[in-house]
Protein backbone atom coordinates (compact mmCIF):
# COMPACT_ATOMS: atom_id res chain seq x y z
CA UNK A 1 0.00 0.00 0.00
CA UNK A 2 1.47 3.39 -0.75
CA UNK A 3 1.23 7.17 -0.61
CA UNK A 4 0.27 9.46 -3.29
CA UNK A 5 0.07 13.13 -3.37
CA UNK A 6 -0.06 16.28 -5.66
CA UNK A 7 -0.44 19.44 -6.68
CA UNK A 8 -1.13 22.39 -8.99
CA UNK A 9 -1.24 25.62 -8.10
CA UNK A 10 0.94 29.16 -7.54
CA UNK A 11 3.08 27.95 -5.28
CA UNK A 12 6.39 25.99 -5.44
CA UNK A 13 5.53 22.25 -5.30
CA UNK A 14 8.29 20.69 -4.42
CA UNK A 15 7.57 21.73 -0.47
CA UNK A 16 3.84 20.25 -0.18
CA UNK A 17 4.96 17.11 -2.55
CA UNK A 18 7.56 16.54 0.65
CA UNK A 19 5.51 17.43 3.64
CA UNK A 20 2.79 14.86 2.06
CA UNK A 21 4.92 12.28 1.68
CA UNK A 22 6.33 12.86 5.23
CA UNK A 23 2.51 12.89 6.57
CA UNK A 24 1.49 9.70 4.31
CA UNK A 25 5.11 7.49 5.37
CA UNK A 26 2.84 5.55 7.64
CA UNK A 27 1.32 4.32 4.65
CA UNK A 28 4.60 2.70 3.12
CA UNK A 29 8.14 3.49 3.29
CA UNK A 30 10.59 1.52 1.04
CA UNK A 31 11.13 4.26 -1.19
CA UNK A 32 10.29 7.50 -2.77
CA UNK A 33 9.92 10.26 -5.68
CA UNK A 34 8.58 13.37 -6.90
CA UNK A 35 8.17 14.52 -10.23
CA UNK A 36 8.19 18.28 -10.96
CA UNK A 37 7.43 20.08 -14.42
CA UNK A 38 10.57 22.32 -15.02
CA UNK A 39 11.16 25.02 -17.63
CA UNK A 40 11.59 24.39 -21.19
CA UNK A 41 9.32 21.44 -21.02
CA UNK A 42 11.09 19.29 -18.93
CA UNK A 43 9.96 16.52 -16.71
CA UNK A 44 12.51 16.73 -13.54
CA UNK A 45 12.41 13.19 -11.51
CA UNK A 46 13.93 12.25 -8.46
CA UNK A 47 13.72 9.23 -6.91
CA UNK A 48 15.16 7.17 -3.97
CA UNK A 49 15.00 4.09 -2.14
CA UNK A 50 14.38 4.41 1.72
CA UNK A 51 12.40 7.25 3.41
CA UNK A 52 11.37 10.23 2.54
CA UNK A 53 14.36 11.84 4.27
CA UNK A 54 16.43 9.92 1.70
CA UNK A 55 14.70 11.06 -1.05
CA UNK A 56 15.45 14.77 0.46
CA UNK A 57 18.65 14.12 0.98
CA UNK A 58 19.04 13.11 -2.85
CA UNK A 59 17.53 16.57 -3.90
CA UNK A 60 19.64 18.92 -1.90
CA UNK A 61 21.24 21.57 -4.67
CA UNK A 62 19.53 19.99 -7.06
CA UNK A 63 16.62 21.97 -9.11
CA UNK A 64 13.71 21.30 -7.01
CA UNK A 65 11.79 24.34 -9.03
CA UNK A 66 8.22 24.04 -10.63
CA UNK A 67 4.18 24.78 -9.75
CA UNK A 68 2.85 21.50 -10.88
CA UNK A 69 3.92 17.71 -9.42
CA UNK A 70 3.13 14.39 -7.95
CA UNK A 71 5.07 12.21 -5.38
CA UNK A 72 4.94 8.86 -4.04
CA UNK A 73 6.17 6.72 -0.92
CA UNK A 74 6.04 2.94 -1.59
CA UNK A 75 5.41 -0.14 0.14
CA UNK A 76 6.20 -2.79 -2.81
CA UNK A 77 4.25 -5.38 -4.15
CA UNK A 78 5.81 -5.84 -7.49
CA UNK A 79 9.62 -5.74 -7.57
CA UNK A 80 11.69 -5.00 -4.50
CA UNK A 81 12.34 -1.49 -2.97
CA UNK A 82 14.91 0.27 -5.12
CA UNK A 83 14.91 3.08 -7.29
CA UNK A 84 13.95 1.96 -10.64
CA UNK A 85 11.07 0.36 -8.91
CA UNK A 86 10.01 3.60 -7.38
CA UNK A 87 7.90 6.05 -8.39
CA UNK A 88 7.04 8.37 -10.42
CA UNK A 89 7.03 6.01 -13.36
CA UNK A 90 8.41 8.14 -16.70
CA UNK A 91 6.74 7.33 -20.08
CA UNK A 92 9.09 5.44 -22.88
CA UNK A 93 8.79 8.89 -24.68
CA UNK A 94 9.41 10.66 -21.54
CA UNK A 95 5.91 12.71 -22.18
CA UNK A 96 4.19 11.99 -18.97
CA UNK A 97 5.05 10.48 -15.20
CA UNK A 98 2.92 8.60 -13.03
CA UNK A 99 2.53 7.64 -9.78
CA UNK A 100 -0.10 4.54 -8.72
CA UNK A 101 -1.14 3.18 -5.24
CA UNK A 102 -2.88 -0.07 -5.87
CA UNK A 103 -2.28 -3.42 -8.30
CA UNK A 104 -3.24 -3.97 -12.02
CA UNK A 105 -3.88 -7.11 -12.02
CA UNK A 106 -3.72 -7.79 -15.75
CA UNK A 107 -0.20 -6.01 -15.96
CA UNK A 108 1.83 -9.01 -17.42
CA UNK A 109 -0.43 -9.27 -20.68
CA UNK A 110 -0.55 -5.70 -20.99
CA UNK A 111 3.55 -5.88 -20.21
CA UNK A 112 4.29 -8.14 -23.17
CA UNK A 113 1.30 -6.51 -25.57
CA UNK A 114 3.38 -3.12 -25.33
CA UNK A 115 6.67 -4.70 -25.78
CA UNK A 116 5.35 -5.98 -28.96
CA UNK A 117 5.18 -2.15 -29.53
CA UNK A 118 8.31 -1.50 -29.18
CA UNK A 119 8.02 -0.67 -25.15
CA UNK A 120 10.87 -1.57 -22.96
CA UNK A 121 10.31 -1.60 -18.90
CA UNK A 122 13.22 -0.76 -16.56
CA UNK A 123 11.10 -1.51 -13.75
CA UNK A 124 9.45 -5.00 -12.02
CA UNK A 125 6.21 -3.14 -11.30
CA UNK A 126 2.57 -2.74 -12.56
CA UNK A 127 2.91 0.95 -12.33
CA UNK A 128 5.22 1.56 -15.50
CA UNK A 129 3.14 -0.65 -17.63
CA UNK A 130 0.69 1.64 -16.57
CA UNK A 131 2.50 4.47 -17.56
CA UNK A 132 3.52 2.65 -20.91
CA UNK A 133 0.39 1.96 -21.80
CA UNK A 134 -1.20 5.93 -21.63
CA UNK A 135 2.28 6.31 -23.65
CA UNK A 136 1.41 4.23 -25.87
CA UNK A 137 -2.37 5.91 -26.51
CA UNK A 138 -0.61 9.29 -26.85
CA UNK A 139 1.56 9.14 -29.16
CA UNK A 140 -0.76 7.17 -31.63
CA UNK A 141 -1.77 10.74 -31.24
CA UNK A 142 -5.73 11.81 -31.56
CA UNK A 143 -5.87 11.89 -27.66
CA UNK A 144 -5.30 14.52 -24.99
CA UNK A 145 -3.59 13.25 -21.52
CA UNK A 146 -7.42 12.89 -20.01
CA UNK A 147 -8.66 11.04 -22.40
CA UNK A 148 -5.71 8.80 -23.08
CA UNK A 149 -5.95 8.21 -19.30
CA UNK A 150 -9.59 7.14 -19.32
CA UNK A 151 -8.74 4.84 -22.17
CA UNK A 152 -5.70 2.82 -20.79
CA UNK A 153 -7.76 2.65 -17.75
CA UNK A 154 -10.49 1.04 -19.85
CA UNK A 155 -8.29 -1.73 -20.11
CA UNK A 156 -6.81 -2.31 -16.67
CA UNK A 157 -8.09 -5.01 -14.16
CA UNK A 158 -7.58 -4.03 -10.52
CA UNK A 159 -7.20 -1.16 -7.84
CA UNK A 160 -5.40 2.21 -8.69
CA UNK A 161 -5.41 5.13 -7.35
CA UNK A 162 -3.06 7.64 -10.01
CA UNK A 163 -1.87 10.89 -10.60
CA UNK A 164 -0.54 11.79 -13.99
CA UNK A 165 1.45 14.49 -14.87
CA UNK A 166 2.29 15.66 -19.35
CA UNK A 167 5.95 16.80 -19.85
CA UNK A 168 5.92 20.92 -21.09
CA UNK A 169 2.22 21.12 -19.67
CA UNK A 170 2.65 22.80 -16.26
CA UNK A 171 -1.44 23.87 -16.32
CA UNK A 172 -2.58 19.82 -16.41
CA UNK A 173 -3.01 16.82 -13.92
CA UNK A 174 -5.28 14.05 -14.25
CA UNK A 175 -5.95 11.95 -11.42
CA UNK A 176 -8.38 8.91 -11.29
CA UNK A 177 -9.50 5.35 -8.68
CA UNK A 178 -10.30 2.07 -8.39
CA UNK A 179 -10.73 0.39 -5.29
CA UNK A 180 -7.65 2.82 -3.88
CA UNK A 181 -8.57 6.08 -1.86
CA UNK A 182 -7.99 9.60 -3.60
CA UNK A 183 -8.55 13.02 -1.86
CA UNK A 184 -8.50 16.08 -3.83
CA UNK A 185 -8.20 19.48 -1.74
CA UNK A 186 -10.09 22.59 -3.16
CA UNK A 187 -7.99 25.91 -1.97
CA UNK A 188 -7.89 28.85 -3.85
CA UNK A 189 -5.89 29.24 -7.20
CA UNK A 190 -4.67 25.71 -6.38
CA UNK A 191 -5.43 21.86 -6.23
CA UNK A 192 -4.21 18.83 -3.99
CA UNK A 193 -4.57 15.51 -4.50
CA UNK A 194 -3.67 12.47 -1.92
CA UNK A 195 -4.10 9.19 -0.71
CA UNK A 196 -6.34 10.20 2.30
CA UNK A 197 -6.86 14.25 4.06
CA UNK A 198 -3.38 14.11 6.08
CA UNK A 199 -1.28 16.39 3.67
CA UNK A 200 -3.97 18.21 3.01
CA UNK A 201 -4.76 19.63 6.25
CA UNK A 202 -3.46 23.35 7.03
CA UNK A 203 -4.12 24.29 3.05
CA UNK A 204 -7.25 23.60 2.69
CA UNK A 205 -10.61 22.57 4.45
CA UNK A 206 -12.67 21.79 0.94
CA UNK A 207 -11.96 18.30 0.12
CA UNK A 208 -13.64 15.96 -2.26
CA UNK A 209 -13.47 12.13 -2.14
CA UNK A 210 -12.93 10.94 -5.52
CA UNK A 211 -15.39 7.65 -6.25
CA UNK A 212 -14.40 4.44 -8.08
CA UNK A 213 -14.42 4.95 -11.47
CA UNK A 214 -14.08 8.59 -11.55
CA UNK A 215 -11.14 10.53 -13.32
CA UNK A 216 -10.35 14.22 -12.36
CA UNK A 217 -8.95 16.50 -14.30
CA UNK A 218 -7.57 19.31 -12.98
CA UNK A 219 -6.54 22.79 -15.12
CA UNK A 220 -5.02 25.72 -13.80
CA UNK A 221 -7.33 28.58 -13.74
CA UNK A 222 -10.36 26.39 -14.25
CA UNK A 223 -13.18 24.47 -12.47
CA UNK A 224 -11.99 21.15 -11.59
CA UNK A 225 -13.80 18.23 -13.72
CA UNK A 226 -14.91 14.94 -12.54
CA UNK A 227 -15.80 12.32 -15.39
CA UNK A 228 -16.53 8.86 -15.24
CA UNK A 229 -14.71 6.39 -17.24
CA UNK A 230 -17.94 5.77 -19.23
CA UNK A 231 -17.93 9.15 -20.41
CA UNK A 232 -20.59 10.62 -17.87
CA UNK A 233 -19.22 13.30 -15.36
CA UNK A 234 -20.25 13.90 -11.78
CA UNK A 235 -23.40 16.38 -11.49
CA UNK A 236 -22.53 17.85 -8.31
CA UNK A 237 -18.98 18.07 -7.10
CA UNK A 238 -20.01 17.35 -3.57
CA UNK A 239 -17.36 19.69 -1.99
CA UNK A 240 -17.12 18.34 1.58
CA UNK A 241 -15.37 20.35 4.65
CA UNK A 242 -12.38 18.66 6.58
CA UNK A 243 -12.93 18.18 10.14
CA UNK A 244 -9.35 17.50 10.80
CA UNK A 245 -6.18 19.96 12.37
CA UNK A 246 -2.83 20.14 12.16
CA UNK A 247 -2.36 19.81 15.78
CA UNK A 248 -4.22 16.61 15.51
CA UNK A 249 -1.35 15.44 12.82
CA UNK A 250 1.79 16.19 15.69
CA UNK A 251 2.65 14.05 18.36
CA UNK A 252 1.13 16.51 20.71
CA UNK A 253 4.56 16.42 22.98
CA UNK A 254 4.80 12.65 22.90
CA UNK A 255 7.99 10.99 21.63
CA UNK A 256 5.63 8.70 19.24
CA UNK A 257 2.43 8.75 17.69
CA UNK A 258 1.55 5.37 19.31
CA UNK A 259 2.18 6.61 23.00
CA UNK A 260 0.25 9.86 22.06
CA UNK A 261 -2.37 7.76 20.75
CA UNK A 262 -2.88 4.93 23.59
CA UNK A 263 -2.97 8.35 26.02
CA UNK A 264 -5.47 9.90 23.37
CA UNK A 265 -7.68 7.02 24.35
CA UNK A 266 -9.89 8.56 27.20
CA UNK A 267 -10.73 11.60 25.08
CA UNK A 268 -11.13 9.15 21.78
CA UNK A 269 -13.50 7.37 23.58
CA UNK A 270 -15.04 10.53 24.97
CA UNK A 271 -15.62 11.38 21.46
CA UNK A 272 -16.65 7.71 20.75
CA UNK A 273 -19.43 7.82 22.94
CA UNK A 274 -20.54 11.22 22.10
CA UNK A 275 -24.39 11.70 21.59
CA UNK A 276 -25.07 7.81 21.27
CA UNK A 277 -26.05 7.31 25.11
CA UNK A 278 -28.74 8.99 26.73
CA UNK A 279 -27.56 11.48 29.78
CA UNK A 280 -29.76 8.97 32.34
CA UNK A 281 -27.83 5.97 30.85
CA UNK A 282 -31.09 4.16 29.50
CA UNK A 283 -30.93 4.07 25.97
CA UNK A 284 -28.27 3.92 23.02
CA UNK A 285 -28.98 5.79 19.95
CA UNK A 286 -26.99 4.53 17.40
CA UNK A 287 -28.78 6.46 13.89
CA UNK A 288 -27.34 3.60 11.62
CA UNK A 289 -29.07 0.68 13.28
CA UNK A 290 -32.33 2.61 13.82
CA UNK A 291 -32.66 4.39 10.62
CA UNK A 292 -32.65 0.28 9.47
CA UNK A 293 -34.67 -1.27 12.01
CA UNK A 294 -36.42 -3.49 10.02
CA UNK A 295 -33.18 -4.92 8.44
CA UNK A 296 -31.76 -5.66 11.46
CA UNK A 297 -35.45 -7.29 13.12
CA UNK A 298 -35.48 -10.01 10.40
CA UNK A 299 -31.57 -10.65 10.54
CA UNK A 300 -31.22 -14.21 11.48
CA UNK A 301 -27.47 -13.65 12.45
CA UNK A 302 -24.51 -11.76 11.66
CA UNK A 303 -21.52 -12.39 10.03
CA UNK A 304 -18.28 -10.22 11.40
CA UNK A 305 -15.71 -9.61 8.45
CA UNK A 306 -12.27 -7.67 9.37
CA UNK A 307 -8.59 -8.40 9.46
CA UNK A 308 -5.86 -8.25 12.40
CA UNK A 309 -6.75 -6.12 15.16
CA UNK A 310 -10.14 -5.85 13.92
CA UNK A 311 -10.47 -9.14 13.59
CA UNK A 312 -9.76 -9.11 17.46
CA UNK A 313 -12.08 -6.74 17.92
CA UNK A 314 -14.73 -8.65 16.02
CA UNK A 315 -13.92 -11.99 18.01
CA UNK A 316 -15.04 -9.76 21.38
CA UNK A 317 -18.21 -7.99 19.14
CA UNK A 318 -19.51 -11.34 18.75
CA UNK A 319 -19.24 -12.06 22.37
CA UNK A 320 -21.19 -8.94 22.91
CA UNK A 321 -23.98 -9.11 20.03
CA UNK A 322 -24.66 -13.01 21.15
CA UNK A 323 -24.87 -11.88 25.01
CA UNK A 324 -26.79 -9.00 24.59
CA UNK A 325 -28.12 -8.32 21.11
CA UNK A 326 -29.35 -11.93 21.18
CA UNK A 327 -28.22 -12.79 17.71
CA UNK A 328 -25.75 -15.57 16.37
CA UNK A 329 -22.47 -14.03 15.20
CA UNK A 330 -19.93 -15.28 12.87
CA UNK A 331 -16.41 -13.93 12.92
CA UNK A 332 -14.25 -14.54 9.70
CA UNK A 333 -11.32 -13.47 8.26
CA UNK A 334 -12.41 -10.70 5.41
CA UNK A 335 -9.41 -13.00 3.27
CA UNK A 336 -11.11 -16.29 4.01
CA UNK A 337 -14.73 -15.33 3.79
CA UNK A 338 -14.35 -13.92 -0.05
CA UNK A 339 -12.98 -17.37 -0.92
CA UNK A 340 -14.84 -19.61 1.53
CA UNK A 341 -18.00 -19.74 -0.60
CA UNK A 342 -19.89 -17.34 1.72
CA UNK A 343 -24.26 -19.07 1.87
CA UNK A 344 -25.02 -15.34 2.41
CA UNK A 345 -28.00 -13.64 2.13
CA UNK A 346 -31.15 -11.49 2.25
CA UNK A 347 -31.43 -12.52 6.02
CA UNK A 348 -27.88 -11.95 6.96
CA UNK A 349 -26.19 -8.47 8.28
CA UNK A 350 -22.54 -8.42 7.40
CA UNK A 351 -20.71 -6.39 9.40
CA UNK A 352 -17.13 -5.10 8.33
CA UNK A 353 -14.39 -3.33 10.97
CA UNK A 354 -11.58 -1.31 9.61
CA UNK A 355 -9.93 1.62 11.35
CA UNK A 356 -8.56 2.33 7.58
CA UNK A 357 -11.53 1.69 5.72
CA UNK A 358 -9.56 0.83 3.16
CA UNK A 359 -8.49 -2.49 3.80
CA UNK A 360 -8.41 -4.50 0.39
CA UNK A 361 -9.85 -8.00 1.86
CA UNK A 362 -12.20 -6.21 3.64
CA UNK A 363 -13.25 -3.92 1.09
CA UNK A 364 -13.64 -7.11 -1.34
CA UNK A 365 -15.96 -9.09 1.68
CA UNK A 366 -17.80 -5.24 1.72
CA UNK A 367 -18.56 -6.10 -2.26
CA UNK A 368 -19.19 -9.58 -2.29
CA UNK A 369 -21.69 -9.56 0.42
CA UNK A 370 -23.16 -6.84 -0.72
CA UNK A 371 -23.93 -9.03 -4.26
CA UNK A 372 -25.31 -11.60 -1.97
CA UNK A 373 -28.01 -9.48 -0.94
CA UNK A 374 -26.88 -8.91 2.74
CA UNK A 375 -27.56 -5.80 4.13
CA UNK A 376 -23.74 -4.50 5.09
CA UNK A 377 -22.74 -1.83 7.98
CA UNK A 378 -19.72 -0.83 8.57
CA UNK A 379 -17.64 -0.13 11.65
CA UNK A 380 -14.73 2.42 10.74
CA UNK A 381 -12.76 4.83 11.65
CA UNK A 382 -11.49 7.26 8.66
CA UNK A 383 -14.10 9.31 7.05
CA UNK A 384 -15.31 9.00 3.45
CA UNK A 385 -12.71 5.92 3.16
CA UNK A 386 -13.55 3.03 0.42
CA UNK A 387 -15.08 0.57 3.19
CA UNK A 388 -17.99 3.10 4.41
CA UNK A 389 -18.79 4.56 1.00
CA UNK A 390 -19.48 0.73 0.07
CA UNK A 391 -21.90 -0.66 2.41
CA UNK A 392 -25.28 -0.11 3.02
CA UNK A 393 -25.21 2.04 6.73
CA UNK A 394 -22.12 1.95 9.78
CA UNK A 395 -21.19 3.83 12.45
CA UNK A 396 -17.66 5.61 12.68
CA UNK A 397 -16.08 4.96 15.65
CA UNK A 398 -14.24 9.25 15.56
CA UNK A 399 -11.22 8.38 17.03
CA UNK A 400 -9.35 10.91 15.50
CA UNK A 401 -6.09 9.52 12.65
CA UNK A 402 -4.56 6.66 14.13
CA UNK A 403 -0.96 7.34 12.50
CA UNK A 404 1.22 4.27 14.64
CA UNK A 405 1.13 1.54 12.73
CA UNK A 406 0.21 -0.70 15.51
CA UNK A 407 -3.47 0.17 15.89
CA UNK A 408 -4.43 1.31 19.93
CA UNK A 409 -7.32 3.71 20.51
CA UNK A 410 -9.29 1.93 17.10
CA UNK A 411 -9.09 -1.00 18.75
CA UNK A 412 -10.99 0.55 21.74
CA UNK A 413 -12.67 2.68 19.65
CA UNK A 414 -14.33 -0.54 17.90
CA UNK A 415 -14.92 -2.55 20.80
CA UNK A 416 -17.14 0.34 22.13
CA UNK A 417 -18.46 0.78 19.38
CA UNK A 418 -19.47 -2.89 18.97
CA UNK A 419 -20.68 -2.78 22.76
CA UNK A 420 -23.21 0.03 21.80
CA UNK A 421 -24.48 -1.97 18.68
CA UNK A 422 -24.75 -5.30 20.60
CA UNK A 423 -26.72 -2.65 23.22
CA UNK A 424 -28.66 -1.32 20.80
CA UNK A 425 -29.89 -4.66 19.06
CA UNK A 426 -30.85 -5.40 22.52
CA UNK A 427 -33.33 -2.78 22.77
CA UNK A 428 -34.90 -3.11 19.12
CA UNK A 429 -35.01 -6.73 20.01
CA UNK A 430 -36.56 -6.47 23.03
CA UNK A 431 -34.11 -9.43 24.39
CA UNK A 432 -32.25 -7.37 26.99
CA UNK A 433 -34.02 -6.06 30.03
CA UNK A 434 -33.43 -2.30 30.72
CA UNK A 435 -31.57 -2.76 33.85
CA UNK A 436 -29.00 -4.24 31.84
CA UNK A 437 -29.12 -1.72 29.05
CA UNK A 438 -28.40 0.46 31.71
CA UNK A 439 -25.53 -1.19 33.44
CA UNK A 440 -23.62 -1.66 30.95
CA UNK A 441 -24.38 1.98 29.03
CA UNK A 442 -23.27 3.98 32.28
CA UNK A 443 -20.25 1.28 32.70
CA UNK A 444 -19.32 2.68 29.22
CA UNK A 445 -20.44 6.49 30.07
CA UNK A 446 -17.88 5.95 33.17
CA UNK A 447 -14.78 4.37 30.47
CA UNK A 448 -12.84 7.65 30.18
CA UNK A 449 -12.28 7.62 33.18
CA UNK A 450 -11.91 4.03 33.77
CA UNK A 451 -9.19 4.16 31.19
CA UNK A 452 -7.87 7.40 32.71
CA UNK A 453 -7.10 5.39 35.82
CA UNK A 454 -5.59 2.42 33.94
CA UNK A 455 -2.98 4.39 32.11
CA UNK A 456 -1.83 5.24 35.27
CA UNK A 457 0.39 1.95 35.06
CA UNK A 458 2.17 3.41 32.36
CA UNK A 459 5.49 3.67 34.93
CA UNK A 460 5.26 0.76 36.48
CA UNK A 461 4.74 -1.27 33.07
CA UNK A 462 7.63 0.24 31.77
CA UNK A 463 9.84 -0.73 34.88
CA UNK A 464 7.97 -3.87 34.39
CA UNK A 465 8.98 -4.14 30.31
CA UNK A 466 12.87 -4.14 31.15
CA UNK A 467 12.57 -7.15 32.53
CA UNK A 468 11.41 -8.82 29.11
CA UNK A 469 13.39 -6.51 26.86
CA UNK A 470 15.27 -10.11 25.50
CA UNK A 471 12.62 -12.31 25.98
CA UNK A 472 12.07 -14.60 22.32
CA UNK A 473 9.21 -15.91 23.16
CA UNK A 474 5.72 -15.00 24.76
CA UNK A 475 2.63 -16.81 25.65
CA UNK A 476 -0.67 -14.25 26.14
CA UNK A 477 -3.80 -16.35 27.65
CA UNK A 478 -7.06 -15.52 28.44
CA UNK A 479 -10.86 -16.69 28.22
CA UNK A 480 -13.98 -16.00 26.76
CA UNK A 481 -14.00 -11.99 26.36
CA UNK A 482 -10.25 -11.85 26.95
CA UNK A 483 -9.28 -14.83 25.11
CA UNK A 484 -9.58 -12.26 22.22
CA UNK A 485 -7.62 -9.92 24.78
CA UNK A 486 -4.95 -12.51 24.38
CA UNK A 487 -5.12 -12.21 20.48
CA UNK A 488 -4.31 -8.71 20.85
CA UNK A 489 -2.00 -8.13 23.48
CA UNK A 490 0.10 -11.00 21.15
CA UNK A 491 0.05 -9.50 18.24
CA UNK A 492 0.86 -5.65 19.77
CA UNK A 493 4.16 -7.16 20.82
CA UNK A 494 4.70 -9.33 17.67
CA UNK A 495 4.08 -6.01 15.44
CA UNK A 496 6.29 -3.56 17.15
CA UNK A 497 8.95 -5.10 19.01
CA UNK A 498 9.56 -8.31 16.54
CA UNK A 499 9.56 -10.92 19.50
CA UNK A 500 7.24 -14.00 18.57
CA UNK A 501 4.01 -13.91 20.86
CA UNK A 502 0.82 -16.45 20.70
CA UNK A 503 -2.56 -15.37 21.78
CA UNK A 504 -4.28 -18.58 23.07
CA UNK A 505 -7.30 -19.46 24.75
CA UNK A 506 -6.46 -20.02 28.51
CA UNK A 507 -7.78 -23.30 28.91
CA UNK A 508 -6.39 -24.61 25.21
CA UNK A 509 -3.02 -24.19 26.97
CA UNK A 510 -2.95 -27.89 28.18
CA UNK A 511 -3.38 -29.24 24.80
CA UNK A 512 0.11 -28.23 23.39
CA UNK A 513 1.54 -24.70 24.07
CA UNK A 514 2.04 -25.93 28.28
CA UNK A 515 4.89 -27.92 26.38
CA UNK A 516 6.29 -24.38 26.18
CA UNK A 517 6.24 -23.16 29.52
CA UNK A 518 9.61 -23.04 31.38
CA UNK A 519 11.36 -20.13 33.33
CA UNK A 520 12.47 -18.34 29.95
CA UNK A 521 8.59 -17.98 28.66
CA UNK A 522 6.62 -14.97 30.06
CA UNK A 523 3.15 -15.69 30.39
CA UNK A 524 0.72 -12.84 30.14
CA UNK A 525 -2.38 -13.80 31.78
CA UNK A 526 -5.63 -11.75 31.55
CA UNK A 527 -7.71 -12.77 34.60
CA UNK A 528 -10.37 -10.19 35.60
CA UNK A 529 -12.64 -10.69 38.73
CA UNK A 530 -15.06 -12.33 36.25
CA UNK A 531 -17.31 -15.29 35.56
CA UNK A 532 -14.45 -17.49 34.39
CA UNK A 533 -11.77 -15.63 37.32
CA UNK A 534 -11.57 -19.33 39.25
CA UNK A 535 -10.66 -21.22 35.93
CA UNK A 536 -8.08 -18.44 35.01
CA UNK A 537 -6.60 -19.11 38.44
CA UNK A 538 -5.86 -22.72 37.71
CA UNK A 539 -3.85 -21.78 34.43
CA UNK A 540 -2.04 -19.68 36.01
CA UNK A 541 -1.49 -22.67 38.81
CA UNK A 542 -0.50 -24.72 36.06
CA UNK A 543 1.91 -21.96 34.86
CA UNK A 544 3.89 -21.82 37.62
CA UNK A 545 4.26 -25.63 38.50
CA UNK A 546 6.39 -25.67 35.55
CA UNK A 547 8.53 -22.94 36.29
CA UNK A 548 6.61 -20.29 34.12
CA UNK A 549 6.82 -16.67 34.71
CA UNK A 550 3.33 -15.40 35.14
CA UNK A 551 2.21 -11.28 34.43
CA UNK A 552 -1.13 -11.42 35.18
CA UNK A 553 -3.56 -8.69 34.05
CA UNK A 554 -6.05 -8.60 37.43
CA UNK A 555 -8.78 -6.31 39.38
CA UNK A 556 -7.46 -4.13 42.34
CA UNK A 557 -7.35 -6.60 45.76
CA UNK A 558 -7.43 -10.17 43.72
CA UNK A 559 -5.10 -11.28 46.57
CA UNK A 560 -5.04 -15.09 45.13
CA UNK A 561 -3.72 -14.35 41.94
CA UNK A 562 -1.61 -11.74 43.57
CA UNK A 563 -0.10 -14.79 45.46
CA UNK A 564 0.53 -16.65 42.13
CA UNK A 565 2.11 -14.22 39.81
CA UNK A 566 4.78 -12.97 39.34
CA UNK A 567 3.92 -9.51 38.02
CA UNK A 568 0.77 -8.16 38.40
CA UNK A 569 -1.02 -5.11 36.64
CA UNK A 570 -4.42 -4.08 38.73
CA UNK A 571 -6.70 -2.83 36.39
CA UNK A 572 -10.48 -0.89 37.40
CA UNK A 573 -13.22 -3.28 37.99
CA UNK A 574 -16.06 -3.26 34.80
CA UNK A 575 -19.02 -5.82 33.82
CA UNK A 576 -17.20 -8.33 32.14
CA UNK A 577 -18.45 -7.66 28.63
CA UNK A 578 -16.20 -4.41 28.63
CA UNK A 579 -13.20 -5.58 30.54
CA UNK A 580 -11.37 -6.41 26.81
CA UNK A 581 -11.52 -2.35 26.39
CA UNK A 582 -9.70 -1.75 29.67
CA UNK A 583 -7.37 -5.22 29.68
CA UNK A 584 -5.63 -4.39 26.30
CA UNK A 585 -4.40 -0.81 27.55
CA UNK A 586 -1.43 -2.17 29.89
CA UNK A 587 -1.22 -5.17 27.18
CA UNK A 588 -0.76 -1.82 24.70
CA UNK A 589 1.82 -0.42 27.09
CA UNK A 590 3.55 -3.56 27.64
CA UNK A 591 4.06 -4.18 24.04
CA UNK A 592 5.04 -0.08 23.51
CA UNK A 593 8.11 -0.13 26.38
CA UNK A 594 9.68 -3.33 25.27
CA UNK A 595 9.96 -2.20 21.57
CA UNK A 596 11.07 1.20 22.79
CA UNK A 597 13.73 -1.00 24.99
CA UNK A 598 14.82 -2.69 21.92
CA UNK A 599 14.82 0.56 19.84
CA UNK A 600 12.31 -0.26 17.55
CA UNK A 601 10.53 2.04 15.41
CA UNK A 602 7.19 1.67 16.80
CA UNK A 603 5.28 3.97 14.56
CA UNK A 604 6.54 2.20 11.67
CA UNK A 605 7.66 -0.94 12.08
CA UNK A 606 9.58 -2.88 9.51
CA UNK A 607 7.57 -4.97 6.85
CA UNK A 608 4.51 -3.12 8.33
CA UNK A 609 2.00 -0.27 6.74
CA UNK A 610 -0.91 0.97 8.31
CA UNK A 611 -3.30 0.28 5.69
CA UNK A 612 -3.13 -3.07 3.35
CA UNK A 613 -5.03 -1.91 0.49
CA UNK A 614 -3.39 -4.56 -1.58
CA UNK A 615 -4.85 -8.55 -1.44
C1 LIG B 1 -3.02 -3.71 13.86
O1 LIG B 1 -2.15 -3.23 14.86
C2 LIG B 1 -2.34 -3.90 12.54
N1 LIG B 1 -1.73 -2.70 12.11
C3 LIG B 1 -3.19 -4.57 11.49
O2 LIG B 1 -3.45 -5.88 11.94
C4 LIG B 1 -4.55 -3.92 11.18
O3 LIG B 1 -5.42 -4.07 12.27
C5 LIG B 1 -5.17 -4.64 9.97
O4 LIG B 1 -4.33 -4.46 8.86
C6 LIG B 1 -6.59 -4.16 9.63
O5 LIG B 1 -6.55 -2.79 9.31
P1 LIG B 1 -7.95 -1.98 9.23
O6 LIG B 1 -8.54 -2.01 10.60
O7 LIG B 1 -7.54 -0.62 8.79
O8 LIG B 1 -8.81 -2.69 8.24
Known amino acids: MCGIVGYLGGGKAYGVLIGGLHRLEYRGYDSAGVALEGRGG ?3 VYRSRGKVADLERLTEGKDTSGCLGIGHTRWATHGEPSERNAHPHVSQSGRLALVHNGTIENYRPLRETLRQCGYHFNSETDTEVLAQLVDYILERGGRSLPEAVKEALGQ ?15 DLLVVARKSSPLVIGVGEGETFVA ?26 GKPLEVQTLDGGSRPSLDIQTLRLSVAQLEKGGFPTFMLKEIFEQPSTLTDCLRGRITSDGKRVVLSGVTDNRERFLRARRIVIVACGT ?10 LIQQLGGLPVEVEYASEFRYGCPRIGEEDVVVAISQSGETADTLAAVQLARELGAFVYGICNVVGSSIPRSTHSGTYIHVGPEIGVASTKAFTGQVTVLALLALCLGQIRGTLAEEDVERVAKALLR ?8 LRLAPEVEQLSKTFTFAHNFLYLGRGYNYPTALEGALKLKEISYIHAEGYPAAEMKHGPIALIDHEMPSV ?18 V ?9 VINKGDEAIKSLADFVLEIPAVPECLTPIVASVPLQLLAYYIAVNKGRNVDRPRNLAKSVTVE
Open 525 to 542: IIAPNDSLHDKVLSNVQQ
Open 195 to 220: SDATPIVGYTDRVLYLKDNEVAVIRR
Open 156 to 170: VEGAYAIAVMERGNP
Open 447 to 454: LPETIEET
Open 42 to 44: KLK
Open 544 to 552: KARGGIVVA
Open 310 to 319: SWHAALIGKR
